[in-house]
């Protein structure tokens, strides 16, 4: 079974231990157990029931990852369902669906596989530490943060990816398929994240109401509090990161119209070269009697040699003048 058992004591004697009834009913007020379940397999999550002495936790809830972010209390503990993010080495966002299991002095996480912010934590807090000195409610604040921290982490990605899409755009001119491909992956990464992330709002706030007990009662109403501010401000940096997706295109439709600024300009200008030179060719095809007409050989070369100096002079009016 793939069961990780985290004993946290105030005293700094923190080590990893093998899950078993007995450390779970000698646990004092000075510890804490955090049961990091690293597989949804119906017997480990009721092995892990049975030792924790948890009645009625609801696996079927447990094994659907698909249902909304929601809470539900029980006689003993609290259960929870949430959704946190990663990004993977091809840049697509993945879904990383976590159960918390939540009583007196213990947490469980139920999940498949590893977490990267998971371990991330335990590296940062591996040694001697006072996690213990925490009740369950301020261990899982600080776990909630982390989650909230990784959809922060994917609108990093997408806003370097904005960043370099803008280069993209003013250094050089970029296709209208390219563009609007990247457009598409864009919006549909911050629709995922929007999406994903709003429904956690009936989690955060059901933990911070004052009719929650567990927590009303505990020292981590006011890390509750503070972490539905970090909620709110996630929330308004997704919306954020759509308008900023938004405005790729206003970028781009603003470089297209400059170019076509330009390439009428550069039509104009072929225009009026064109034209002078058939005005040209015009005046010397006139059927008057004139000596320069008769020149023969001589005269057409010299016309020749006249149309070349407009078109060298006009061509240089343009570039003084920065028509093109």
């Known amino acids: 079974m793939q069961i990780e058992t985290y004993l946290y004591d105030a005293n700094g004697n923190d080590k990893q231990i093998e899950l078993n009834s007995q450390i779970w009913k000698n646990l004092n007020h000075q510890q804490l157990l955090w049961v990091n379940v690293l ?38 503990f609290y259960q929870f369902f949430i959704v ?67 959809y922060f982490r994917a609108l990093e990605g997408i806003e370097r990816t904005v960043d ?4 993209r755009i003013l250094r050089r001119d970029l296709k209208d398929e390219d563009f609007i491909k990247e457009m598409v992956e864009l919006r549909r990464k911050v629709s995922k994240l929007r ?14 109401r004052p009719d929650f007990l567990p927590i009303a009662q505990s020292d981590s109403s006011a890390s509750f509090q503070m972490l539905n501010g970090h909620f709110e401000n996630a929330v308004q940096a997704i919306e954020s990161s759509r308008d900023t997706v938004l405005s790729l295109f206003d970028l ?40 320069y007409f008769k020149a023969a050989e001589t005269g057409f070369w010299l016309t020749i040699l006249g149309m ?17």
């Open 195 to 208: 999406r994903w992330f709003e429904p956690h709002r009936d989690v955060f706030y059901a933990l911070s």
């Open 308 to 324: 070349g100096i407009f078109v060298l002079g006009t061509i240089a009016l343009a570039k003084l003048m920065r028509w093109f």
């Open 84 to 150: 946190s993010v990663e990004t993977d080495k091809d840049g697509q966002l993945k879904q990383i669906p976590i159960d918390f299991l939540v009583g007196r002095n213990f947490v469980v996480t139920i999940h498949d596989g590893r977490i990267e912010y998971f371990l991330e934590f335990l590296d940062r807090e591996r040694g001697e530490t006072s996690i213990g000195e925490l009740d369950a409610e301020s261990f899982i604040a600080t776990l909630l943060d982390l989650h909230i921290v990784t």
């Open 252 to 291: 781009y439709t603003t470089k297209s119209a400059h170019n076509m600024n330009n390439l009428m300009k550069r039509l104009t200008f072929v225009t009026l070269m064109v034209g002078g030179l058939g005005a040209i060719a015009g005046v010397w095809g006139m059927n008057f009697e004139v000596e």
């Open 39 to 76: 597989q949804r397999d119906v017997q480990t999550i009721k092995h892990v029931a049975a030792t924790l002495e948890l009645r009625n936790v609801a696996i079927k809830t447990i094994l659907d990852t698909y249902e909304r972010p929601k809470l539900n209390k029980f006689e003993t």
């Open 164 to 167: 370099r899409l803008d280069e």
